[in-house]
């Protein structure tokens, strides 16, 4: 087995590496040469913790997705048809990207690029940073084999963000927020004639071409990262917050809050489904400070998704609902917050964490996850194979439920009480002989 194979297998979870083989083995038959890259590479080799997994196929990559889909029971979630490349979801949570081998050439700056299909060499020398330029390959007969052509491996090594091509932030300006984000996320340097290239993209003002729509997406990944107030700081400091709404700046821009919400968010499980959720709480602290006018006006400037923008706007009115379960004098038991706050929206939990201001609501909530949820993750596998009924049916899921509970509502047993310690013997009283 390949070093990098191996270094692959135990950064992934479990669930990942289904994933993989998933698409392995969706692969194989269809004769598509396949690779495992960009972030998912770059955060293996710079020994972070891999969030999503990114596939390219020098091949047809919409075509495999499909089989991937029919036959592990993933979801697809969106298609790029100009880039041919799909985003899935697995019924464990997992997210995967497969993409299409491909080149791309920008008849102007900040247009949408000319795609045409490329070799995986080809495809690697057209990325953003030479981080994010490695490749690893799936293939049956060259399994494991690393493939480096930008020297992206030395880079990381040196902790340094270089840029691949000379005219990269002229094609796509959306490089020049994203290199923020990576610096921050990464802990990276910028080598030093990327900066010049930075300095001189933004003497141009190559920043007035990224399209609306980039702008959103970057939005939506900033709300993920761990230290979203630390990347929001960055980007002001560039003048490139203003990018997003012009008077998103100084004072309006709520840090403070943005701490308070990293922090918060951190108490999730750190999962797909959770992170995904983060969005409309980030964008009710992103603009928490601004007049409405001006937070309706942020949507309309980035042409926001309808489905983003309803999430956000309405989380509000949505997490009145479970406020009221939580604060609710009816519970009594620690099962019941488990089972309403397990079972509730992900992005209403955090927002009531940060928004709530009744104390029964705070106090259940920091009880789920700082003692209830953990006594349930200790739960050992023995102790779940002897819940009756079979998985995936009512009659488990009740069961399960039911155990869950039982767990959470025992009595720890009394301990006897302590019996005082024996005094110690008085000693006899001395006896006084007299003399005769």
């Known amino acids: 087995m390949s070093d990098y194979i ?17 698409v392995q083995k969706a692969a194989g038959p269809a004769n598509a040469n396949l690779f ?5 590479m770059r955060d293996m080799l710079a020994g ?6 990114d596939f390219v196929v020098e091949g047809n990559a919409l075509k495999l997705a499909k089989t991937v889909v029919d036959e592990s029971g993933a979801r697809l979630l969106s298609i790029d048809e100009n880039r041919r490349s799909a985003e899935l979801l697995f019924p464990s949570g997992a997210t995967a990207q497969i993409s299409m081998s491909r080149a791309e050439k920008y008849a102007r700056t900040g247009a949408k690029p000319q795609v045409t299909a490329a070799t995986i060499q080809e495809d690697l020398r057209g990325r953003d940073f030479t981080c994010n330029a490695i490749a690893l390959s799936l293939n049956r007969a060259s399994h494991g084999l690393l493939l480096d052509p930008m020297n992206g491996l030395a880079d990381i090594g040196r902790h340094e963000l270089r840029a691949i091509s000379t005219y990269g932030f002229y094609d796509d300006p959306t490089r020049l927020l994203r290199l923020e984000r990576f610096r921050i996320r990464l802990g990276f340097t910028v ?14 003002q190559v920043e007035k071409f990224i ?21 929001l700081k960055a980007l002001e400091d560039t003048g490139l917050l203003t990018m997003f709404l012009p008077s998103l700046s100084g004072p309006k821009l709520n840090l403070p809050g943005m701490a308070k919400f990293e922090k918060l ?8 489904r959770s992170r995904a959720a983060r969005l409309p709480p980030f964008l009710y602290v992103l603009t928490e400070k601004l007049t409405p006018r001006e937070r309706q006006a942020l949507p309309k400037s980035i ?3 309808k489905a983003d923008v309803d999430a956000w706007l309405k989380m509000e009115a949505r997490a009145k609902k479970l406020e009221s379960a939580l604060r609710s004098a009816r519970i009594r038991k620690p099962s019941q917050v488990y089972h309403i706050v397990a079972s509730a929206p992900p992005d209403e939990v955090l927002f009531l964490l940060y928004h709530s201001t009744l104390k029964p609501v705070q106090d259940r909530l920091r009880a789920y996850f700082q003692k209830y949820l953990l006594m349930v993750q200790e739960i050992t596998p023995e102790e779940w194979a002897a819940v009756e009924g079979k998985p995936g049916t009512p009659k488990y899921a009740k069961a399960r439920e039911d155990f869950v509970s039982n767990r959470l509502d025992r009595r720890p047993p009394r301990k006897p009480p302590e019996e005082p310690p024996l005094a110690p013997p008085a ?8 003399g005769r």
């Open 191 to 204: 080598e030093e004639r990327t900066r010049m290239q930075v300095a001189n993209a933004r003497e141009a």
């Open 6 to 22: 191996y270094m692959l297998e135990s950064h992934l979870s479990p669930d990942q590496n289904r994933v993989v083989a998933d």
């Open 36 to 40: 495992l890259t960009g972030g998912a």
């Open 48 to 53: 972070f913790r891999i969030r999503d997994l």
């Open 265 to 272: 968010a951190r108490l999730l499980p750190d999962d797909a």
């Open 211 to 231: 399209p609306p729509r980039a702008i959103a997406e970057e939005l939506k990944r900033i709300a993920v990262e761990d230290s979203p107030a630390e990347i």
């Open 303 to 305: 042409e926001m998704p």
């Open 427 to 434: 000693p006899e009283p001395a006896v006084v002989r007299r």
